[in-house]
Nanobody, 123 residues
Framework: QVHLVESGGGLVQAGGSLRLSCAASGRTFTNYAMGWFRQAPGRERESIASITWHGHSTYYADSVGGRFRISRDNAKNTLYLQINSLRPEDTAVYYC????????????????RGQGTQVTVSS
């Protein structure tokens, strides 16, 4: 079992940036691939990105473009999501997720998820 807690969300103006964090506890952090997904009001959950346990490989959903960057610090048991050039349509609850082997790249399929952090982008 791994426990995930997201932070870093908030209200930001369009064009701004945010860095979301996800603190992991429980099982060994490096055993898990990690990822982010989001859910906007009235919409389906949407994958954003994932990263392998060692951080050497990252995967991004085609829909999110180049404004998102996923990273991890295994020494701090923390996952990050940098979001640049925020748009009102990025408004959503952002979730981090963790998954043991075998390797899967879609965080919507992952075994564990946090409670989410709200990101609201004003125009």
């Amino acid at each position: 079992q791994v426990h995930l807690v997201e932070s870093g969300g908030g209200l930001v103006q369009a064009g701004g940036s945010l860095r979301l964090s996800c603190a992991a506890s429980g099982r060994t952090f490096t055993n898990y691939a990690m990822g982010w997904f989001r859910q906007a009001p009235g919409r389906e959950r949407e994958s954003i990105a994932s990263i392998t346990w060692h951080g050497h490989s990252t995967y991004y959903a085609d829909s999110v473009g180049g404004r998102f960057r996923i990273s991890r610090d295994n020494a701090k048991n923390t996952l990050y999501l940098q979001i640049n050039s925020l748009r009102p349509e990025d408004t959503a609850v952002y979730y981090c997720a963790a998954d043991g082997p075998p390797v899967r790249h879609d965080p919507l399929l992952y075994d564990y998820r946090g409670q989410g952090t709200q990101v609201t982008v004003s125009s």
